[in-house]
């Protein structure tokens, strides 16, 4: 909860005191793209997670932080031009947004590690840190007169000293010794490939999550692009506020005995926080121009959608976060082709927020329900297949 207050405290108070609606765009899409070049370190989490539950060799998962690590070093340098060219950012900007990257894949080891042994207190402990940390200084950039690079720049130095914190965290968490004899995924244990799988996961969902906004700058208008990048301000509450459920859930989702309940209870949690989230929204339409400027009074009647769509996409983290508890990576093809019509659709036919708002939410519901239940028919037949080799 610390963490996403944090978080929408940047888009509140860059887009009601300090950012106009062009500069407030060019920030909100610098954060998305942040974002999606982090799937290494979300990927990472949630593989080191896994062999935490199957008892990892500890070196191994410090090798593969560094390769992950250093891997990720080298993507940012070759992102830099192209994401600047899609998102229509300058080079600047850019650059403040993707150097975090490094950084916050080693603070997904961390959190794996201790994701991975169920040490929940000290991981909601060290996720609020993170959250603190990269945010105050970006707020604090803001508030002197900095614009988005500025602004982008100062977060990551945040997230540097909060990389510190959770490497800290790890070392004095009493996450005991593995067990003897027992080894993660077969004997081929953890691995960089592991991470690149899980990474293709990732990255379908953070796409999936962030595409239309990466391309509300392309195509609309600026200050439609900004009023939009608000909007999306809904959608990341719903996307990310039950973001503790698939944490929680995540070592159960690894555990082939519990796995397939796991994931019908985390779904019917998850949807039900939608629910609530989404009316919430909808009666909390008329307060946008009043909380932040009469500049975003086309929000009212459409903050719902918005909300709507984070919901489904809440849904659909569950389900690919259990797809890679499973090693099964491949239930993700079906995002992959939502999302290349969605972006098919955007491209070819938005030019408005209202048609840009419904085309994301479209997208994201048969994401999320085909995904869904492909996941649950795939368990139900290893189940079968399992019990039918025991006897």
Same mark, same amino acid.
């Given at each position: ?10 888009? $509140? /108070? ?5 950012l ?13 793209? *942040? ?26 998962? %410090? ?30 900007? /850019? =650059? ?6 490094? *950084? #916050? ?13 169920? &040490?929940?207190?000290? #991981? ?17 950039a803001?508030?002197?007169?900095? +614009?988005?690079? @500025?602004?982008?720049?100062? =977060? ?14 790890? %070392?004095?968490?009493?996450i005991?010794?593995? /067990? ?7 004997s081929?244990?953890? +691995?960089? #490939? ?7 996961? &990732?990255?379908? $969902? ?9 391309? =509300?700058?392309?195509? $609309?208008?600026?200050?439609?692009? @900004? ?15 039950? &973001? ?23 779904? @019917?949690?998850?949807?039900?926080? @939608? ?16 909380l932040?400027?009469?500049?975003? &009074? ?28 499973? =090693?099964?990576? +491949? ?10 019509a ?5 491209? +070819? ?12 939410? /479209? ?5 999320a ?14 189940e ?8």
């Amino acid at each position: 909860m610390v963490a996403n207050v944090c978080a929408y405290l940047i888009h $509140l /108070t860059a887009s009601r005191w300090w950012l106009d609606t062009a500069e407030y765009g060019e920030l909100a899409v610098g954060l998305t793209a *942040m974002l999606v070049l982090t799937v290494a370190a979300l990927a990472l989490q949630a593989v080191v997670a896994r062999a935490v539950v199957h008892h990892a060799d500890p070196r191994r998962i %410090r090798r593969v932080t560094v390769q992950t690590t250093i891997a990720v070093c080298v993507l940012v340098v070759v992102a830099i031009v192209p994401t600047a060219w899609v998102t229509s950012m300058s080079i600047d900007t /850019t =650059s403040a947004a993707l150097v975090a990257a490094p *950084m #916050l894949t080693v603070i997904g080891a961390g959190q794996g590690i201790l994701q991975g042994h169920k &040490q929940f207190r000290l #991981l909601g402990w060290v996720l609020a840190a993170v959250g603190v940390l990269r945010t105050a200084p970006l707020i604090a950039a803001l508030a002197v007169g900095a +614009g988005p690079a @500025g602004a982008l720049a100062a =977060s990551a130095s945040g997230i540097a000293v909060a990389a510190v914190v959770v490497l800290y965290a790890t %070392r004095v968490a009493p996450i005991g010794s593995p /067990t003897p004899g027992r080894t993660a995924l077969g004997s081929g244990g953890i +691995g960089l #490939l592991g991470v690149v799988q899980a990474s293709g996961v &990732q990255l379908v $969902l953070v796409v999936a999550a962030s595409v239309d906004l990466l391309l =509300s700058r392309t195509v $609309l208008s600026p200050d439609d692009a @900004g009023i939009y990048a608000l909007g999306a301000i809904a959608t990341k509450v719903a996307f990310w506020l039950p &973001q503790a459920v698939g944490v929680v859930f995540y070592p159960r989702l690894a555990d082939p005995a519990t796995s397939r309940r796991s994931l019908v209870h985390a779904v @019917g949690v998850v949807a039900l926080i @939608g629910v609530i989230l989404t009316v919430g929204a909808g009666l909390a339409g008329p307060l946008v121009p009043v909380l932040v400027r009469p500049d975003y &009074q086309p929000l009212v009647p459409i903050l719902w959608l918005f909300a709507y769509t984070g919901a489904m996409l809440a849904v659909l983290q569950v389900a690919l976060l259990s797809a890679i508890a499973r =090693s099964a990576t +491949g239930v993700s093809a079906v995002t992959w082709v939502v999302v290349a019509a969605e972006i098919a659709v955007i491209v +070819g036919a938005v030019d408005t927020i209202v048609a840009l708002a419904a085309t994301a939410a /479209t997208a994201a519901t048969i994401a999320a329900v085909t995904t869904t239940v492909w996941g649950l028919r795939a368990q139900r037949v290893d189940e079968v297949v399992g019990a039918a080799s025991r006897e």
